[in-house]
């Protein structure tokens, strides 16, 4: 019933910014913790930022803290990911996902996942 469908991927220069949303359907957003994941070729799906149900508390991998920000609105059933100073090494399929629990890892604890979208940074 729960789907999530994320946009915003693209083409971007080194240094440059761009905007991932994630729309979720068919249940009670506020309910959920959600996640923002990716996957580059050749290697695994990475988390790299989580946010509880009110927003209050969040996550950041090392590959992303201080450039990316994550946040979510309630209202709108939207999740958002804010990526500032760009990096070749940030090319990669990204994924927004839903978890019904308390915990943002491993993958395996979210419920709902996205279809991704192509994030490509040009160098």
């Known amino acids: 019933q729960v789907q999530l469908v994320e946009s915003g991927g693209g083409l971007v220069q080194a240094g440059g910014s761009l905007k991932l949303s994630c729309a979720l359907s068919?249940?009670?957003?506020?309910?959920?913790?959600m996640g923002w994941f990716r996957q580059a070729p050749g290697k695994e799906r990475e988390l790299l930022s989580g946010i509880s149900r009110s927003g209050g508390n969040t996550y950041y991998s090392d590959s992303v803290k201080g450039r990316f920000i994550i946040s979510r609105d309630n209202a709108k059933n939207t999740m958002y990911l804010q990526m500032n100073s760009l990096k070749p090494e940030d090319t990669a399929v990204y994924y927004c996902?839903?978890?019904?629990?308390?915990?943002?890892?491993?993958?395996?604890?979210?419920?709902?996942w996205g279809q991704g979208t192509q994030v490509t940074i040009s160098s």
């Open positions: 996902a839903a978890n019904s629990g308390t915990m943002w890892y491993p993958s395996s604890v979210y419920d709902y």
């Open positions: 068919g249940g009670t957003f506020r309910q959920y913790s």
